[in-house]
């Protein structure tokens, strides 16, 4: 089984931009799809972003359409990013990176498992 581990987080003003790493270890990405959630205090989880790996394909949340950037590190079949610009107070949360080895596209939120410890993202105004 993977197991995942998330980085990268911080506190950063609104308008600012972070990059998430989620990176595997156990095994390569390239048998699931990898998605990032998060989770805002007295929040459920979220769904934010997937990824893929076989057939390249993303799929984004609405309220992160063109400000999150997923992408793979194909030099490393192990690591995930997630690139967040034009962060705003609203994108404050825990973010986790999850994995789904269903090969069902797009997955479904209770296709993921294995999650990280997650990295906290704060957005001041």
């Known amino acids: 089984q993977v197991q995942l581990v998330e980085s990268g987080g911080g506190l950063v003003q609104a308008g600012g931009s972070l990059r998430l790493s989620c990176a595997a270890s156990?095994?390569?990405?390239?048998?699931?799809?990898i998605g990032w959630f998060r989770q805002a205090p007295g929040e459920e989880r979220e769904f934010v972003a997937s990824?893929?790996?076989?057939?390249?394909?993303?799929?984004y949340a609405d309220s992160v359409k063109g400000r999150f950037t997923i992408s793979r590190d194909n030099a490393k079949n192990t690591v995930v990013y997630l690139q967040m610009n034009r962060l705003n107070p609203e994108d404050t949360a825990v973010y986790y990176c999850?994995?789904?080895?269903?090969?069902?596209?797009?997955?479904?939120?209770?296709?993921?498992?294995?999650w990280g410890q997650g990295t906290q993202v704060a957005v001041s105004s």
């Open positions: 999850g994995a789904d080895p269903s090969g069902r596209w797009p997955s479904r939120p209770e296709d993921f498992g294995s």
């Open positions: 156990g095994r390569s990405f390239s048998a699931y799809t």
């Open positions: 990824l893929w790996w076989r057939g390249d394909k993303t799929y």
